[in-house]
């Protein structure tokens, strides 16, 4: 269903200055006039403004500001990451579709990319829900099959942090921070979040499925969360192109994770610990999930665990967790 919308919305959007007719959209498109009806209502209901109707012709009022597979196929240049696309205008989690998509044993590509405007059931790491703004924000997951043991896993979410460093980085000019394990931080507040689940056997990953959100244009954040997290649009004043941000982070991801397999993990340890302000010499407090740990950070270990040095002169090796309070 999404993907005819996205055919219809496609069509609407070459023809920008003038009205298209219904007669010939839904010729193009092989449906009849009321099921043509029906999906520019579905398109009004996802937020799109269109004008007109069946026989005066439709016509778009403004660009719309969509995550169109149309639009991102042409432009990405990648051999795996993202070449096959799902865009929804809604769906529950693009985290929870990628599972079901592997648990029908659909004959799913490495690299899918699963992208949606809104989600009603967005998650976030340890239990919490990710507000997911229609068009403010990014929402997507990538389906992974990674050559690597469990023991690695984190790995490549730490490799996801780092692709959208420098993604932003280099599409915004703005200064990025990555606070372990993988959140985004633009001036002490964050704006993007990373959820990664596996699916493996005791010596192999047999799937890994990334999910990114990215607060991108929101105007205002709810008052709850808005003094630790921001929007890349309330951090630099300027409304952000989704379409970009999301290219240059396909491309860039893509390069790491090649870079991974045929070097393995020393240079997403080293790129990560070059840009996070939290991988040495911070006096910061964890919470894994049992107890607060709380220490000097002394980099990252070859599995990347964040190594902390507690009180006492010890080295404790945190695998996963949640940095409570830092200084
Ligand atoms: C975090 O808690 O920081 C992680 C947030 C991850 C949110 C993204 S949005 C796309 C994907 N689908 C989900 O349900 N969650 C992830």
Not at 75 to 86: A, E, M, S
Not at 244 to 259: G, K, R, S, T, V
Not at 281 to 299: N, S
């Amino acid at each position: 269903m999404d993907r005819k919308l996205d055919e219809l919305l496609f069509a609407l959007m070459q023809n920008m200055t003038l009205a298209v007719s219904g007669e010939k959209l839904a010729k193009d498109l092989h449906v009849s006039h009321s099921t043509l009806a029906r999906w520019v209502e579905k398109l009004r209901g996802a937020g799109i403004e269109i004008r007109g109707e069946l026989f005066t012709g439709y016509r778009l009022v403004r660009l719309p500001d969509i995550l169109l597979p149309q639009l991102i196929r042409p432009r990405l240049n990648t051999r795996i990451i993202g070449r096959n696309l799902y865009h929804f205008y809604d769906v529950d989690s693009t985290n929870s579709f990628a599972s079901r998509l592997i648990a029908h044993g659909r004959n799913v590509a490495e690299g899918t990319t699963i992208i949606a405007e809104t989600q009603t059931a967005g998650r976030g790491r340890l239990g919490r829900s990710w507000i997911s703004q229609r068009e403010a924000g990014i929402y997507f997951s990538i389906v992974l099959f990674p050559k690597a043991p469990p023991s690695l896993a984190p790995l490549f979410t730490l490799a996801t942090a780092v692709a959208m460093h420098n993604a932003v980085e280099r599409y915004s000019g703005l200064d990025i921070d990555i606070k372990w394990p993988n959140d985004l931080l633009v001036g002490q507040k964050k704006f993007c979040g990373i959820l990664s689940e596996i699916q493996a056997e005791v010596d192999l990953v047999k799937m890994m499925i990334i999910g990114v959100g990215l607060n991108a244009n929101h105007e205002h954040m709810p008052d709850e969360i808005a003094g630790r997290a921001t929007s890349l649009r309330i951090a630099s004043g300027h409304i952000q192109s989704r379409i970009e941000i999301l290219l240059e982070f396909l491309e860039e991801f893509e390069n790491i994770y090649m870079d991974f397999e045929r070097k393995g993990p020393r240079s997403i340890i080293d790129q990560w610990t070059r840009f996070s302000s939290f991988a040495n010499g911070r006096r910061i407090e964890i919470h894994d999930g049992v107890r607060k740990i709380a220490g000097v950070t002394r980099g990252l270990n070859a599995l990347g665990a964040l190594k902390i040095e507690l009180k006492g002169g010890q080295i404790e090796e945190v695998y996963s967790g949640d940095v409570v309070s830092w200084e």
